[in-house]
């Protein structure tokens, strides 16, 4: 037993000194309360939204006897803000009247809110960083993050198949403004267990965790619909209990995906009541959230994939349809979807023989069934190939037994382009409906090799940068996919622009037509473009106009849509190249692209110089050096542009040390 003196303090000006009797063994708790005036506090908002204000709140004991125990003393961060998981049309004054005495959380769709701010969520699921936690890295973790905020992602979605993650990432989260959906660390078929093991286990986590403003919904597992009558009954009675029994301050999912309670929550919010949660049961399991489609690789018999060559659509241009948005319209969250393919040369090479450079590994395949293989050739035992995803936008899926550098160069450049305009293709249908929530599967690659990520393998090993190298998918989210204002066109001629800001959007939207041929540019619409009203203004409202395009040749055309401030013209709001047929089919000119690198800057950066004597299409930059560039996978006119190489680690690199390689499309094309 113990008698002390507690003490905490919270930076923004409060304070408790409090005398406590703390009786002998574990578990023994105290508490106190400290008042935060809101005069005296600011919110904590996710990026992009407002300020992540973070306060300190310092905690000591000290016992009034020096023969108890050393006083002990610890400090943690907080934020302050409010956090609604959103199902019905909170708009609708009647909802919100009979939803504030309910319990049963709507099918109208699913969004959050912070702040009372409707959110678009954009991002992707995040895995351990590494299969071997040896490797795991303070450095990388934090850097993880960085890349996701710069990628202009705002969301996180931490897989429950993986683990609990080191406090400096959840850390970074808060620092950053990147909001966390947090799985508890059960997946689909692996049944928690009511035991006094994995209880503790859960308290430790969320008590560990629940200070950090960034973590916005709790939800109990993956892919593992929880229903009462059945065995999944456990994440409500027990996984999600002992949650709620430890924080009631955010709100509570099911599983992810999920449809909902019938009770246990409040359903404005999805907060706990501090009933017993029991699950909706009279809705189908795909309703207001959405797990898939997968674009999984075939063609190549893997561990995982058949010799079956199985093609698909290719989606370019893209199909859309006008349609009603905004919060006030059924929506869906999509918490899982996405393409399987290869990481580039620079990752992959140090852990390949160069006799297995290329995409088959210059061997037959082995002989797989689905957990092991019989053989010799170390890509059967790699990820899914990209075989579909190379023949479906590039058409050289005969040539992928070739090997050698140049050619694993090209089939690796060929196979992350495809995934770039499968994704692409995919999110601008996306964004065209009403879809509050668009988390891509998967965000990191948990080894050197081939996956479903947007950011390389990252730990400290030969060919990798911490914190992963950005595939050419990551500078494409960040250029246009994850912009709060978006713009695209698809068959027909159908455009939309999308305003996903919480403030009405007054901008000029243009439209033009560019001949590959000589870079020749026709305005097809410009326009003076007001989204959103006083009473609405964002996000998920959208606007919709046709241009004419059916004279232009798709084989030497390609469209470029761009969103620009209404008050300074060089505010590019977003950017959007589009293809009107796969690379195989276009008539791409020679573009002889060169880079360079040029002056270094006193933040550590250098100007990278992109020379090109033609239109070049999907100019990407790749290099071992510790960094990224400031933009990449783009569209570069003659005669050429300067993009910044930014550093990672430290600002000393001399210019002899950075490497940069160049590719684009017409360097592989066939025509």
């Avoid at 701010?117 to 993050?145: K, T, W, Y």
């Avoid at 929550?265 to 489609?293: C, F, K, M, N, Q």
């Amino acid at each position: 037993a113990s008698d002390g003196t507690l003490r905490v303090v919270g930076d923004w000006g409060a304070s408790v000194h409090q005398h406590v009797s703390l009786s002998a063994g574990s578990g023994v708790t105290s508490t106190v309360t400290l008042t935060a005036p809101a005069k005296n506090i600011s919110l904590w908002w996710p990026v992009g939204m407002g300020n992540q204000t973070l306060y300190m709140i310092s905690v000591s004991y000290t016992p009034s006897s020096s023969k108890d125990s050393p006083p002990v003393q610890t400090s943690r961060s907080v934020g302050f803000r409010y956090v609604a998981l959103v199902t019905g049309n909170d708009t609708d004054p009647d909802y919100v009247k009979n939803a504030s005495t309910s319990e049963t959380t709507s099918s109208f769709g699913m969004f959050f809110r912070v702040n009372g701010a409707a959110v678009f969520s954009r991002g992707a699921n995040m895995i351990p960083m590494d299969e071997l936690e040896g490797r795991f890295s303070a450095e990388a973790h934090s850097q993880l993050v960085k890349n996701a905020a710069e990628g202009r992602m705002n969301m996180f979605r931490l897989w429950g198949g993986g683990i609990y993650l080191p406090d400096v990432w959840y850390d970074a989260c808060d620092r950053l403004g990147v909001m966390v959906y947090h799985d508890m660390m059960y997946a689909q078929g692996h049944l928690p267990q009511e035991t006094a093991t994995q209880d503790t286990e859960l308290r430790h986590q969320i008590r560990r965790l629940a200070h950090h403003p960034s973590i916005v919904v709790w939800d109990g597992c993956n892919e593992c619909r929880v229903t009462m009558t059945s065995s999944t009954a456990i994440y409500a009675t027990f996984v999600l209990k002992v949650v709620v029994e430890e924080d009631k301050s955010r709100p509570v999912w099911p599983s992810c995906p999920a449809i909902g309670w019938k009770s246990g929550v409040h359903a404005l919010d999805a907060t706990p009541t501090g009933g017993p949660l029991v699950t909706l049961v009279s809705r189908s399991r795909y309703t207001i959230e959405t797990h898939g489609p997968y674009l999984i690789g075939n063609g190549f018999e893997t561990v995982n994939s058949g010799p079956k060559l199985t093609l698909f659509g290719s989606g370019v241009p893209v199909h859309i349809t006008e349609t009603k948005t905004g919060v006030d319209q059924p929506n869906v969250f999509a918490s899982e979807f996405g393409t399987s393919v290869f990481s580039s040369f620079e990752s992959m090479s140090p852990s390949l023989h160069p006799d297995h450079w290329g995409v088959h590994a210059g061997m037959p395949a082995e002989t797989c069934d689905k957990t092991s293989c019989t053989g010799t050739n170390p890509m059967s035992e790699r990820n899914h190939p990209c075989d579909a995803v190379i023949e479906v936008y590039f058409g050289d899926a005969d040539k992928l037994d070739a090997v050698g550098e140049l050619n694993f160069k090209k089939q690796l450049y060929q196979c992350m382009i495809g995934q770039v305009l499968n994704m692409k293709s995919t999110i601008e249908t996306r964004r065209s409906i009403n879809q509050f929530g668009i988390i891509v599967w998967q965000y990191n690659e948990i080894w050197p090799t081939g996956g479903w990520g947007s950011i390389e393998y990252g730990s400290p090993r030969p060919g990798q940068v911490i914190g992963g190298r950005w595939k050419p998918l990551h500078y494409v989210y960040r250029q246009t996919l994850y912009t709060d204002v978006f713009i695209a066109c698809g068959v027909g001629g159908l455009c939309y622009v999308k305003n996903d800001m919480i403030s009405v959007l007054k901008a000029n939207a243009t439209v033009t037509a560019v001949s590959l041929a000589d870079g020749s540019e026709t305005v097809l619409y410009s326009k003076l473009v007001i989204i959103g009203t006083t009473q609405n203004p964002g996000p998920g409202v959208s606007m919709w106009f046709n241009i004419d395009i059916a004279n232009y040749n798709v084989n030497t055309t390609v469209l470029h849509a761009s969103v620009t401030s209404s008050s300074k013209s060089t505010d590019i709001l977003c950017d959007n190249w589009m293809l009107l047929t796969v690379p195989t089919y276009l008539q791409l000119p020679r573009a002889n692209a060169t880079v360079s690198v040029g002056q270094a800057h006193p933040d550590g950066s250098y100007d990278v110089h992109v020379s090109v004597d033609k239109i070049a299409l999907y100019v990407t930059l790749t290099t071992s050096s510790q960094g990224r560039f400031s933009a990449n996978a783009m569209t570069v006119r003659p005669p050429g542009t300067t993009v910044q190489f930014i550093p990672i680690l430290g600002t000393d690199m001399k210019p002899d040390e950075l490497t940069v390689r160049i590719e684009d499309l017409s360097l592989y094309s066939n025509n």
